[in-house]
């Protein structure tokens, strides 16, 4: 996506969130079934059978998975800081964690021996399930879950959902802290290991200034910049 793109879809979207009503999306495991002006049905199959075909080359050593925040990784970023290591970029736009359950599933996934897995989940379904903190800290467990029955020996770096929306004050920052709370309870100190960087994106007040996410929720190149500065280290000691 180009910026013009981006910012365009990332304010539908944020005008989607705003509006989403509930649905079950945590545990519920299935491909993308509902249509978004910003993704179509047909485009999310289109990049699940591009991964699928990727899975099959099964030369993959870090495997960064999520939603749009990991699938528009500004590319300037990602080389400098990634570029190194045989890393492949699983993010799709939308997804909620009972989305990436499917892929895990269904992408022959299990074709891949990443030495670490990036995994930065949630974000959707609080914004398009509309779904509660614990219901989404129990879709982020499941995950993780899938991918130590995945990959036993793969280390994974579990982000905190980042802060999203404006203001400091807006209740969907408590949401966030709630769900962090408690997936930060999944961090055992040998295969998965949980880091928060969402003050790294916060003004001193705790708001969030559009050169940071022009729609408070995806990142700028800049703010993607500061993102891999803080995984990279992480990232280096996990596959070493």
């Given at each position: 996506m180009?910026?013009?793109?981006?910012?365009?879809?990332?304010?539908?979207l944020a005008g989607a969130m705003a509006q989403a009503a509930p649905r079950e999306c945590a545990l519920n495991v299935?491909?993308?079934?509902?249509?978004?002006?910003?993704?179509?049905?047909?485009?999310?199959n289109q990049m699940n059978d591009?991964?699928?075909?990727?899975?099959?080359?099964?030369?993959?050593?870090?495997?960064?998975?999520?939603?749009?925040?990991?699938?528009?990784?500004?590319?300037?970023?990602?080389?400098s800081h990634f570029g190194k290591y045989r890393a492949a970029n699983f993010g799709i736009g939308g997804d909620?964690?009972?989305?990436?359950?499917?892929?895990?599933?269904n992408d022959g996934m299990d074709k891949l021996r990443?030495?670490?897995?990036?995994?930065?989940?949630?974000?959707n379904n609080f914004g398009l399930c509309?779904?509660?903190?614990?219901?989404?800290?129990?879709?982020?467990?499941?995950?993780?879950?899938q991918l130590r029955q995945l990959y036993p020996d793969t280390k994974i770096l579990l982000n905190g959902i980042l802060p999203f929306?404006?203001?400091?004050q807006d209740p969907a920052r408590a949401d966030v802290k709630a769900v962090n709370r408690e997936i930060a309870k999944l961090d055992d100190g040998s295969h998965v290991f949980f880091r928060d960087y969402g003050a790294r994106f916060l003004q001193p007040n705790g708001d969030i200034a559009k050169?940071?996410?022009?729609?408070?929720?995806?990142?700028?190149?800049?703010a993607y910049n500061v993102w891999a500065e803080a995984l990279a280290p992480d990232i280096e000691k996990l596959v070493r």
């Open positions: 180009n910026k013009k793109t981006m910012l365009l879809a990332g304010l539908m299935e491909p993308r079934t509902v249509e978004y002006p910003w993704m179509s049905i047909a485009r999310w591009a991964l699928k075909a990727r899975s099959a080359q099964a030369d993959v050593d870090v495997l960064f998975l999520g939603d749009s925040i990991t699938e528009m990784w500004d590319k300037g970023a990602w080389d909620h964690t009972g989305n990436v359950l499917w892929r895990l599933k990443p030495k670490a897995v990036v995994l930065l989940i949630g974000v509309g779904e509660r903190p614990e219901q989404v800290a129990q879709g982020v467990k499941a995950v993780v879950a929306k404006q203001s400091a050169e940071t996410m022009p729609d408070f929720l995806h990142l700028t190149p800049q």
